[in-house]
């Protein structure tokens, strides 16, 4: 069996990190969304939303974040690797904000290509705001949309999770692989 990178995408509060640690319960190698790290991170140094008082230094850094993901997601010995989000989030972020980057940004994404994307539908009912979530429903729903738009710019064909209980997702998901 050639290895598989896959990757689960959508939205804030679509229901991502549940999904993996429901995959990571049943024995498959997942590797969590880092974007929270870095926000903690920065809080720590006094930065209260790294995201939004610098969005292209909090960009790199979930890039450069992304991209190790990536390499060690290709050296594991599990033939199927699961991602919460890939390196097109970074540039798909970017476009809801509407600010530009560096072109290291899009070679980044042409250069690390991964096997599946499942995309994770906006989902009102499940959707939860947070400390570190600060986007409102109506936002969740733009980013979806810049989302689906970046991942199809790169080429990938999206598989759109049906709504569903934890167990029926991840059962769909696997069934697709």
Same mark, same amino acid.
């Given at each position: 069996?050639?290895?598989?990178?896959?990757?689960?995408?959508?939205?804030?509060?679509?229901?991502?990190?549940?999904?993996?640690?429901?995959?990571?319960?049943?024995?498959?190698?997942?590797?969590?969304?880092?974007?929270?790290?870095?926000?903690?991170?920065?809080?720590?140094?006094?930065?209260?939303? =790294?995201?939004?008082? *610098?969005? =292209?230094?909090?960009?790199?850094l979930l890039l450069?974040?992304?991209?190790?993901?990536? $390499? *060690?997601?290709?050296?594991?010995?599990?033939?199927?690797?699961?991602? &919460?989000?890939?390196?097109?989030?970074?540039?798909?972020?970017?476009?809801?904000?509407? &600010?530009?980057?560096?072109?290291?940004?899009?070679?980044?994404?042409?250069? $690390?290509? @991964?096997?599946?994307?499942?995309?994770?539908?906006?989902?009102?009912?499940i959707y939860i705001?947070? &400390?570190?979530? @600060?986007? *409102?429903?109506?936002?969740?729903?733009?980013?979806?949309? $810049?989302?689906?738009?970046?991942?199809?710019?790169?080429?990938?064909n999206l598989i759109?999770?049906?709504?569903?209980?934890?167990?029926?997702?991840? $059962? @769909?998901?696997? *069934?697709?692989?």
């Amino acid at each position: 069996m050639k290895k598989q990178i896959v990757v689960i995408i959508g939205g804030p509060g679509t229901g991502k990190t549940t999904i993996i640690d429901g995959l990571l319960a049943k024995g498959y190698c997942c590797y969590p969304e880092i974007s929270r790290e870095v926000t903690m991170e920065a809080k720590k140094q006094g930065i209260e939303q =790294l995201f939004l008082e *610098n969005p =292209l230094l909090f960009s790199e850094l979930l890039l450069e974040g992304r991209k190790k993901q990536f $390499h *060690n997601a290709v050296a594991e010995t599990h033939d199927i690797v699961f991602l &919460d989000r890939g390196i097109p989030d970074v540039l798909a972020y970017m476009h809801y904000i509407g &600010d530009s980057y560096p072109a290291f940004f899009d070679l980044a994404c042409r250069e $690390h290509s @991964y096997t599946k994307i499942f995309l994770l539908p906006p989902w009102e009912e499940i959707y939860i705001s947070d &400390d570190e979530r @600060y986007e *409102n429903f109506e936002q969740a729903k733009l980013i979806y949309n $810049h989302l689906t738009e970046t991942y199809e710019k790169y080429g990938y064909n999206l598989i759109e999770v049906p709504k569903g209980t934890v167990e029926e997702r991840i $059962h @769909y998901i696997i *069934n697709q692989l």
